[in-house]
């Protein structure tokens, strides 16, 4: 009231100038530069907030009470996207960074505006950050801290002071990585576009990014978010109730073209991104993105089956047509067909060295034996050229290979044959006497069957060269001389009988004998009449003898 | 002699009814005749082989007049008589020669003799049928002059007459080298093996050889039976 022309901004600054004990003691005039500071902060959150009710927080009449639920009403919403934000920040730190960089390009004019507000909103922040740690215990916390928060805004409506106190404290948490205030514009423009509102329009593609990728961040911990989707519906005002398309977007809207630029700087999320494909404005489902990744990973095989092969892949490679060195990064594999020499150690030939010794006191040496080879077939006849004139005539030897041809038992017998009879009858006499002078028993000479023809001569003239004596005995003795048979009687022994029985014998035997000789007389006349001719000669009958 | 007014031997003709014969107008029946006697032959008359001789076969056909003349009038019933003044042996047949043969070989039995063969293996013509008598000169298979030639003689009979003892022995054959000349005595494959033998002797091949082929010869010609 004392200030009325004061702007919002002023009244801060005055707020924020007084010291604090002045404000333990009640004074209208900071009331009101209070309530006007609070107003102006009121109506810097009113875009960001969606769906709240008052364009304008009424100050006018109404108490602390009254002006807390106005500012309640505000914040509770943004808190939760604010919370949404923060986390997904974490996950994502780059992208704050990025995002506030781009940010300054734009932004340089409002950066002092959006910095007060950004400290009030991280105040929240910190305080959500620092009480959301755990998600389990989220409903609780939540509850908690907004009891906590109300008492200590509470507070701060009355004195305004917490939240320059909790400003003040949030400046201490950043660093040089974490800007708060980038951080805070990014999760402006990132929750405008998650509700939908196209308010920030200089910041488009930066909120759709955001939005999106809060969404896929958002897909990602469904399970996690679902909580907090669940509390953030619970908590919600009436007027600002979610809907399926802020979350999953409904339709596939095209994509401005700066978006490309900009998608291509985020790497992180690129996993879930088709790299430079349609990006939907209202996010992909879980099926959907799976669908995607297939995609690719077919692309990508397509196009490795379109190129040449690897030259490990390919048949047989020569060394010209594949990388200088490159077999030697390969691990190959072939057969040995060698088998790998042995490693002689000390043990080897200890070892063989006891063999030997042990073989040669056995002394069994594998030498090789001689294998004898007996004759499979009789020696054959080697015939021996005869270099002397033949002493049989060409007609008996033609003779005597045909009796051989025709019958071979009747041949006479061999040249080779003889002399082997001749040796054997050699060794065998050879035999006999080598055993008479060996043997202690006495065995006689064996007797050789021969036949030879015997003449009866005297037998001193065989016997003898010069005869001392001539003998009457003969070679034969009498009986062999004798030719005669049965008994033998002499002329007085004989009786009448019997030399009749003689003579008469004696007759029919000359008889016979007569007839004999005419017959054969009578023949040969009979031949000569034939032979003569004409010359008939009669054969005297009866003969000269009768 | 001619042998007149005898009748020809038994020429049997089998007497044709004249009736069935004609009328039946089949061919009429083949004569049959007995073969021909030597004696007979050339119509009857009587055959003769005239054989030479040389000089120098005068004194050895005289020593072995009677052994050449009791197997060709004995056995093979050919006359035979020695013409002095014309140096031939002449041979006729008789009416009791059995083959007309017998003439022929009788015939070769003497020139054998002539040529140089002894009796007993001339005696074998008359024995075997299937021998023959080959005769070559050196210069037919190769022209050698003087000493050469000289040379090729004694390298044909050898030491003694060896070599060619030898080749008689292993291949059952007679052979008889006159000068120049060469005449081998033997069956027909039995004259090729003596031939190829004295052919190579004649070219010039060793005696050892000679006796080496001829043993694989002997060697064969025994195991064929």
Known sequence: MAKPSETGMEALHHLKSTDPPALLAPSPTLSQTARTASQHLFSCLKPYAPKSPFDQLLTDGFDAEQIWQQIDLLS????????????????????????????????????????????????????????????????????????????????????????????????????????????????????????????????????????????????????????????????????????????????????????????????????????????????????????????????????ANLEPKTWTMRGEVTAASRPKNSALEVDLDFEHNVRPAPVITEEITASIEDMIKQRIIEGRFDDIQKVSSLPSTAPKEVKQLDENKSKKGLAEVYEEEYIQKTNPAAAPISFSDEQKKEASILFKKLCLKLDALSHFHFAPKPVIEDMSIQANVPALAMEEIAPTAVSDAAMLAPEEVFSGKGDIKEEAEVTQAERKRRRAKKKRKFKAEAVKRMTKKARDNTALLNHNEGNHLSVPNGGLFS | MMQTGEAPASMEVEAIPNGLGIQSGSLPLKPKFEPLKAHEMSDGRVQFRNVSVPPHRYSPLKKAWMEIYTPIYEQMKVDIRMNLKGRKVELKTRSDTPDVSNLQKCADFVHAFMLGFDVVDAIALLRLDELFVESFEIKDVKTLRGEHLSRAIGRLSGKGGKTKFAIENATKTRIVIADTKIHI?????????????????????????????LRQVAARLAETF
């Open chain 2, 185 to 213: 005595l033997g069956s027909f494959q039995n004259i090729k093996i003596g031939r190829d033998s004295l052919c190579s002797l004649i070219l010039g091949s060793p005696a050892g050889k000679v006796y080496s082929k």
């Open chain 1, 76 to 303: 509770q919403p943004l808190l939760s996207t604010l919370r949404r934000q923060v986390k997904h920040l974490e996950k994502h730190p780059e992208e704050s960074k990025i995002v506030l960089k781009k940010e300054n390009e734009f932004l340089d004019g409002e950066r002092k505006i959006l910095e007060e507000k950004e400290t009030k909103r991280f105040d929240d922040d910190v305080d959500d950050d620092d009480m959301d740690m755990d998600m389990d215990e989220f409903d609780d916390e939540e509850e908690e801290e907004e009891g906590g928060r109300r008492e200590s805004e509470k507070g701060e409506s009355e004195d305004e002071s917490g939240e320059m106190v909790e400003g003040k404290g949030g400046e201490g948490i950043e660093d040089k990585f974490l800007k708060i205030k980038e951080l805070e514009e990014y999760l402006e423009e990132d929750e405008a576009r998650e509700y939908g509102l196209d308010r920030k329009k200089k910041k488009g593609e930066l909120k759709l990014e955001e939005e999106e990728e809060e969404e896929e961040e958002e897909e990602d911990e469904e399970e996690e978010d679902d909580d907090d989707d669940e509390l953030d519906d619970e908590y919600e005002d009436a007027e600002e109730n979610a809907r399926y398309e802020d979350f999953f977007g409904a339709k596939k809207k095209t994509v401005p073209k700066r978006k490309s630029s900009l998608s291509n700087g985020s790497d992180e999320d690129s996993g879930l991104n088709d790299d430079g494909a349609v990006e939907k404005k209202g996010g992909l489902s879980t099926h959907e993105k799976q669908l995607e990744k297939l995609q690719s990973e077919i692309e990508q095989m397509e196009k």
